[in-house]
């Protein structure tokens, strides 16, 4: 019997819509050899069955809600990206002696953590005001045009800002159920919890310095590099291997040498960063040069620029970087004067051969870890794509550092 106009009111919409429908698991365990073979894709795959079953649920709570959020998410996901985070937990699990048990939820784990790196950056391009990212228009300017009909300009930009925080909601939101969904024994789950659940704080924690720093008093190196620690280091490279490692059932000892060299390389990966974004190729970072000088962010960079400026007593120097950080109107020559007083002051120099160094101390602790041979080559190969270093001939081999990935740690946005 239909219900009345007046109780179908009074019903919650998710009761009035049909039941999602059936589909095949996220993931069925491939043969640990195929998935060495391109980790990668095979992540992939667990984002395609995964995400075909979230967007189809949202489709059925509401298709407006379906279309404008949550495809959009899915296809930010399952488009873009190198799928860093999710190698280092494949193989820092693979080195630490794990195999078919634990493949599936390497994989699952590795799928959350694209989810919530979708998270990070779609969240982060409305905090910098980016319209690019990877080469396209960013998630809130894509949403903005597609209602610049509705209203005026400055409501639709501010309602495709409110939709792009929802939609890094989302992200977050499918990240966390996918990790809740893993079955794991109970010490590995204890800390599979222990490690996202301080994963997430701390990306939420160097995301905040990050923004303070762009109205707070100029930050010392040692501030700057602290947030470059929060911000990248530990979710990026250290955390992963965490979770690899856990879920191998590692030992104290190889965790830690583990989680030394991840904390090691991700600084490395983010003072790479700061560089690719003054110096960077937009072609094949995907979003403009110069957001970081523009948005006035406190990167490591310039502030070995500002104070190796103050200590030699460079008014020059410091008058450019007073008058040029910050302002979103930059134009190219001043962003060309910017990368004149970051050279003249050594600070790129000083910058690169901290990487160097990191990434030196970082292998040394990889080496340290006591490792299975193939894990250990294929994780020297992914840390030194992270910091955009050039690894030894054997250290790697095409399938996790053909020349586009290499040219993209280097030249373009590691992110």
Excluded: N
């Excluded at 095979?42 to 995964?50: M, P, Q, T, Y």
């Excluded at 493949?103 to 409305?126: K, S």
């Excluded at 990368?339 to 050594?346: H, I, K, M, P, S």
């Amino acid at each position: 019997m239909r219900p009345s106009p007046t109780e179908a009111m009074d019903r919650p919409a998710a009761d009035q819509a049909p039941p999602p429908p059936r589909l095949p698991p996220a993931a069925r365990t491939e043969a640990v050899e195929i998935i060495d073979g391109d980790v990668p894709a095979a992540v992939g795959r667990v984002l395609d069955a995964l995400l075909a079953e979230r967007v189809a649920r949202a489709t059925a709570l509401d298709p407006v809600f379906g279309r404008d959020l949550a495809a959009r998410v899915a296809r930010f996901t399952l488009e873009g990206g190198k799928r860093t985070r999710s190698q280092f937990v494949w193989w820092a699990m693979r080195a630490c002696g794990g195999g078919p048990a634990q493949a599936e939820a390497a994989l699952r784990i590795g799928a959350a953590l694209e989810l919530i790196q979708t998270c990070a950056l779609v969240h982060d391009d409305v905090m910098d005001g980016a319209r690019m990212r990877r080469g396209r228009p960013a998630l809130h300017v894509d949403v903005a045009d597609q209602y610049a009909d509705a209203g005026t300009p400055a409501a639709g930009r501010r309602f495709g800002e409110a939709a792009a925080i929802l939609a890094g909601d989302l992200a977050l939101a499918w990240a966390d159920d996918t990790v809740a969904a893993v079955e794991l024994e109970s010490a590995a789950a204890r800390a599979v919890r222990e490690l996202w659940s301080a994963l997430r704080t701390e990306m939420v924690a160097g995301q905040y310095l990050d923004v303070r720093g762009q109205v707070a008093s100029a930050p010392s190196v040692a501030r700057a590099v602290r947030a470059a620690c929060l911000k990248s280091a530990l979710y990026s490279v250290e955390r992963p291997l965490a979770l690899g490692a856990a879920l191998a059932g590692a030992d104290g000892a190889r965790r830690a040498a583990l989680c030394s060299a991840g904390r090691c390389v991700g600084i490395a990966f983010q003072l790479r960063d700061d560089l690719v974004d003054v110096y960077g190729d937009p072609r094949r970072s995907g979003k403009p040069v110069g957001g970081d000088i523009r948005a006035g962010r406190p990167t490591a960079l310039v502030a070995v620029a500002r104070a190796r400026a103050e200590a030699a007593g460079d008014r020059h120097a410091l008058a450019v970087l007073r008058r040029s950080l910050g302002r979103a109107d930059l134009s190219e020559s001043g962003l060309a004067e910017v990368r004149d007083v970051l050279e003249a002051t050594g600070a790129r120099d000083t910058v690169e051969a901290r990487i160097g160094r990191l990434v030196d101390r970082g292998l040394r602790h990889l080496e340290s870890a006591g490792l299975e041979p193939e894990g250990r080559r294929r994780l020297r190969g992914l840390l030194h794509a992270a910091a955009g270093s050039p690894p030894a001939p054997d250290d790697t081999d095409a399938r996790v550092l053909g020349s586009p990935l290499v040219a993209a740690r280097v030249e373009g946005s590691v992110r």
